[in-house]
């Protein structure tokens, strides 16, 4: 009898010490969309240890924690492959990326359109590992930001031999720091000063890298084609992935040209070119107070005292003086030259947008402008499109918004149900606020197109929906082992409501943060948990090197 109770003894305790110490949460009773594009599926998952694990049918595990997903989507996170936020989070009080969070997003790529040289991602770079953030961060490296740390002050021309060479081993040491491609912003300065043969020689850096090409393309409204035929040429030429970034086709002269890139993209792509594009869900680009678009010249005396009141947060004071400048008719006509074709040749919106692009978003004065282009408003009261401009922002109580490319609603659905085509938000850092100024992108691109675009609209399923928001955008920057529900990945995994998953943000509140994402984990912790932000902070820099090679 004390032999048998023995053996029974040593058994249990074998049996104890054989055993799986409980997983950190049990996620049971959802519905899971993998983000590949299979059907959803009825099935539980346990996260442990940061990583993924399917239950298998009929099994039963203990976890920690169990959270109930019952009538709820359980999906891999979002990652937003075109993002802003990337600087504003190197900052205590925004370092958890809430509005983005709260999106769903997981994994944001920082730095497009050519915004930072390898200087720039070490410092970002370090710093998010000093304060903690809340979403990982991947990294394109930038031509504009190369290019300024080579050539300086000396722009308007070809860089020599020797410039090239300087450049080419900063794309290169952006690489080795794990950037995901070179991107550029060519409608931008210094980029707009350079040529097509510069890019595609960087751009041959990334090659060796499995990296890719990302762009804002040089001219948007006035070469709508010409320049996205230039990206893929570009990558083409270098041979590597191209990628089009936040496409659309701004102003009334575009309208329906959408068309025409998408058939260039499904040649390039059908002659083996592996182009894709991004884009967010919206009819209108980047959005701005009308004053922000006048470029005022530099040897006007009145120049310094508006932008050091504008630095130092006294906008209403540095609007009064404008608002004189500009009655001033010698004043005008300068600035009107300026604004409308660049100082020096340089960047101004005017000149790269234009009057037939810029639409009315915000008007406190005169709500029936909303919706109309500036070029319509000054047909209708025939006036020149600048002189327009100046009456508005003088006579104005309240501050008048623009988008300053308006894009057709028609052909914004066209490109969203293009397999290629990428969910990505080209947003900033937002905080929840009913302040005016700002872009419901970067509150709300991924819970409208579940919600609005993929439910109601039924544009897309909801399968397609989520595979251009995680597996696609993994694979096309080489983050194999993310945007996917998969044993033994990492647990970036958002969970929602699809009944009730929706932006709250528009162009006139732009900043109010979206409605049913539920949990979202990162890395297999929790950064928000029953609609609350838990404070955690387990974002990590995705080095594409070491990512590449994980499974």
Same mark, same amino acid.
Request: charged share 20%; net charge negative.
């Given at each position: 009898?004390?032999?048998?109770?023995?053996?029974?003894?040593?058994?249990?305790?074998?049996?104890?010490?054989?055993?799986?110490?409980?997983?950190?949460?049990?996620?049971?009773?959802?519905?899971?969309?993998?983000?590949?594009?299979?059907?959803?599926?009825?099935?539980?998952?346990?996260?442990?240890?940061?990583?993924?694990?399917?239950?298998?049918?009929?099994?039963?595990?203990?976890?920690?924690?169990?959270?109930?997903?019952?009538?709820?989507?359980?999906? !891999?996170?979002?990652? %937003?492959?075109?993002?802003?936020?990337?600087?504003?989070?190197?900052?205590?009080?925004?370092?958890?990326?809430?509005?983005?969070?709260?999106?769903?997003?997981?994994?944001?790529?920082?730095?497009?359109?050519?915004? @930072?040289?390898?200087?720039?991602?070490?410092?970002?770079?370090?710093?998010?590992?000093?304060?903690?953030?809340?979403?990982?961060?991947?990294?394109?490296?930038?031509?504009?930001?190369?290019?300024?740390?080579?050539?300086?002050?000396?722009?308007?021309?070809?860089?020599?031999?020797?410039?090239?060479?300087?450049?080419?081993?900063?794309?290169?040491?952006?690489?080795?720091?794990?950037?995901?491609?070179?991107?550029?912003?060519?409608?931008?300065?210094?980029?707009?000063?350079?040529?097509?043969?510069?890019?595609?020689?960087?751009?041959? &850096?990334?090659? !060796?890298?499995?990296?890719?090409?990302?762009?804002?393309?040089?001219?948007?409204?006035? #070469?709508?084609?010409?320049?996205?035929?230039?990206?893929?040429?570009?990558?083409?030429?270098?041979?590597?992935?191209?990628?089009?970034?936040?496409?659309?086709?701004?102003?009334?002269?575009?309208?329906?040209?959408?068309?025409?890139?998408?058939?260039?993209?499904?040649?390039?792509?059908?002659?083996?070119?592996?182009?894709?594009?991004?884009?967010?869900?919206?009819?209108?680009?980047?959005?701005?107070?009308?004053?922000?678009?006048?470029?005022?010249?530099? %040897?006007?005396?009145?120049?310094?005292?508006?932008?050091?009141?504008?630095?130092?947060?006294?906008?209403?004071?540095? $609007?009064?003086?404008?608002?004189?400048?500009?009655?001033?008719?010698?004043?005008?006509? $300068?600035?009107?030259?300026?604004?409308?074709?660049?100082?020096?040749?340089?960047?101004?919106?005017?000149? #790269?947008?234009?009057?037939?692009?810029?639409?009315?978003?915000?008007?406190?004065?005169?709500?029936?402008?909303?919706?109309?282009? $500036?070029?319509? *408003?000054?047909?209708?009261?025939?006036?020149?499109?600048?002189?327009?401009?100046?009456?508005?922002?003088?006579?104005?109580?309240?501050?008048?918004?623009?988008?300053?490319?308006?894009?057709?609603?028609?052909?914004?659905?066209?490109?969203?149900?293009?397999? @290629?085509?990428?969910?990505?938000?080209?947003?900033?850092?937002?905080?929840?606020?009913?302040?005016?100024?700002?872009?419901?992108?970067?509150?709300?691109?991924?819970?409208?197109?579940?919600?609005?675009?993929?439910?109601?609209?039924?544009?897309?399923?909801?399968?397609?929906?989520?595979?251009?928001?995680?597996?696609?955008?993994?694979?096309?920057?080489?983050?194999?082992?993310?945007?996917? *529900?998969?044993?033994?990945? !990492?647990?970036?995994?958002?969970?929602?409501?699809?009944?009730?998953?929706?932006?709250?943000?528009?162009?006139?509140?732009?900043?109010?943060?979206?409605?049913?994402?539920?949990?979202?984990?990162?890395?297999?912790?929790?950064?928000?948990?029953?609609?609350?932000?838990?404070?955690?902070?387990?974002?990590?820099? $995705?080095?594409?090197?070491? &990512?590449?090679?994980?499974?």
């Amino acid at each position: 009898m004390k032999k048998h109770y023995l053996l029974l003894l040593i058994s249990a305790i074998l049996f104890s010490c054989n055993q799986e110490p409980p997983a950190d949460f049990l996620i049971q009773n959802g519905t899971i969309i993998d983000g590949l594009g299979n059907p959803a599926i009825k099935a539980d998952l346990l996260i442990r240890n940061g990583l993924i694990e399917y239950v298998k049918s009929g099994e039963r595990d203990s976890a920690i924690n169990t959270i109930d997903a019952t009538g709820l989507i359980v999906s !891999p996170g979002f990652i %937003d492959v075109h993002n802003h936020s990337d600087q504003s989070i190197n900052n205590p009080s925004k370092r958890l990326n809430e509005g983005f969070i709260r999106q769903g997003v997981t994994t944001i790529v920082g730095g497009p359109d050519g915004r @930072w040289a390898p200087s720039t991602l070490k410092e970002l770079i370090s710093a998010y590992d000093s304060l903690g953030i809340g979403t990982n961060v991947a990294f394109y490296v930038g031509h504009n930001g190369i290019r300024r740390a080579v050539m300086k002050e000396d722009q308007q021309r070809q860089p020599t031999s020797d410039e090239l060479n300087q450049m080419k081993a900063l794309v290169k040491e952006g690489m080795e720091l794990g950037a995901i491609g070179l991107s550029t912003g060519l409608m931008y300065t210094p980029g707009s000063f350079s040529e097509t043969e510069e890019v595609i020689e960087l751009a041959k &850096e990334v090659e !060796p890298y499995n990296g890719i090409y990302d762009s804002h393309v040089r001219n948007p409204v006035h #070469a709508f084609v010409q320049s996205h035929r230039e990206v893929i040429e570009i990558a083409t030429a270098a041979n590597i992935k191209g990628k089009l970034g936040h496409l659309k086709a701004v102003g009334l002269h575009n309208e329906g040209a959408i068309s025409e890139v998408i058939e260039m993209v499904e040649t390039s792509r059908a002659n083996g070119s592996d182009i894709v594009s991004d884009q967010y869900p919206y009819d209108g680009a980047q959005t701005s107070i009308l004053e922000y678009i006048i470029v005022i010249p530099s %040897d006007m005396k009145e120049k310094n005292i508006i932008d050091s009141l504008y630095n130092d947060g006294h906008q209403d004071e540095a $609007l009064e003086i404008v608002k004189v400048v500009l009655a001033d008719p010698k004043k005008r006509a $300068l600035i009107k030259e300026t604004s409308e074709q660049g100082e020096n040749g340089g960047f101004a919106w005017l000149k #790269a947008t234009g009057y037939s692009s810029m639409r009315i978003t915000n008007s406190v004065d005169q709500p029936k402008l909303v919706g109309k282009y $500036l070029s319509q *408003i000054a047909s209708e009261k025939n006036v020149s499109g600048f002189d327009l401009v100046c009456e508005l922002i003088i006579t104005s109580q309240e501050r008048v918004s623009v988008t300053l490319g308006g894009i057709n609603e028609n052909d914004v659905q066209m490109l969203l149900k293009q397999p @290629w085509n990428i969910i990505a938000s080209d947003g900033g850092y937002a905080k929840n606020s009913t302040e005016p100024t700002g872009h419901p992108r970067s509150t709300g691109t991924f819970p409208r197109v579940l919600g609005h675009y993929a439910r109601d609209l039924k544009l897309l399923s909801l399968e397609e929906a989520i595979r251009k928001m995680t597996s696609f955008p993994a694979d096309v920057i080489g983050f194999k082992n993310r945007g996917r *529900i998969q044993n033994g990945l !990492p647990a970036d995994i958002t969970i929602f409501n699809p009944e009730t998953i929706i932006d709250n943000s528009t162009f006139e509140k732009p900043n109010l943060y979206a409605s049913g994402i539920v949990h979202v984990f990162v890395n297999g912790i929790p950064v928000l948990l029953n609609e609350e932000m838990t404070g955690n902070a387990p974002g990590n820099y $995705l080095n594409k090197k070491t &990512e590449a090679n994980k499974k």
